[in-house]
């Protein structure tokens, strides 16, 4: 039972445009959500989260929008560089439960 | 600054062989400490996670075990290893509480012979 989808497997995206993955949940309990971003071979690093009393917020090149009657929340670089090349993973959590879970990814792949 | 480290980086291991991979973290105290697997071409499995010494919870039954003997450190271990075992385990902590994210270390791949 996958609780958190990312449907699209990979995404190429032209250098300077807007990237956007997306990410769908099950569980209408999740109430805290969070994007990583993943080089081969290294650990997961943290880009940005939002809680479920937002349905937005944004760090630099980096916006998390969140539908909650969606069960839908998607990941917003612009402008896109080659450096964002790397698989995106969505997380989610439910309340004092302390564990978060993954989506299965998305590799973006942003030409030069 | 918090820091977690694993080790060691890269490990083959022949099947049934015994595991230990050992993450501490440094600049913290009493975090929650996680193990992942992600195996080839997966997302990130939760296998195991910690509120506090000597406290694991379990996610998926499997040939694995962890244990947290110190505050800061997660061990994941194994008996016997199977060739399904293999992948790339990482660890991560978090404060303690809602509403925090996790932080992960650089990683250990596995590969059973």
């Known amino acids: 039972d996958q609780q958190v989808k990312q449907n699209s497997p990979s995404l190429s995206v032209q250098e300077g445009r807007i990237s956007i993955l997306n990410c769908d949940y099950t569980?209408?309990?999740?109430?805290?959500f969070l994007w990583y971003k993943k080089y081969p071979a290294e650990g997961p690093t943290f880009l940005i989260s939002i809680s479920s009393i937002k349905d937005k917020n944004e760090d630099g090149r980096f916006t998390v929008f969140l539908n909650k009657s969606a069960k839908h929340l998607s990941l917003h670089i612009v402008p896109s560089q080659p450096g964002d090349s790397a698989v995106y993973f969505c997380a989610a959590s439910t309340p004092g439960t302390y564990k978060y879970i993954f989506g299965t990814g998305t590799r973006l792949k942003v030409l030069a | 600054s918090q820091t977690i480290h694993q080790w060691p980086a890269t490990l083959v291991q022949p099947v049934g062989s015994p595991l230990s991979l050992e993450c501490t973290v440094e600049?913290?105290?009493?975090?929650?400490l996680y193990w992942y697997r992600q195996a080839a071409g997966r997302g990130l499995q939760l296998l195991f996670y910690s509120v506090g010494i000597g406290q694991i919870s379990s996610e998926v039954p499997q040939n694995l075990s962890a244990s947290r003997p110190q505050d800061r450190q997660f061990i994941l271990s194994s008996k016997k290893l199977l060739l399904s075992d293999s992948g790339f385990y990482l660890c991560a902590w978090s404060k303690g509480g809602g509403f925090n994210e996790q932080f992960f270390g650089p990683g250990t791949r596995l590969t059973v012979l």
């Open positions: 569980n209408s309990m999740f109430d805290y």
């Open positions: 600049g913290t105290s009493n975090p929650n």
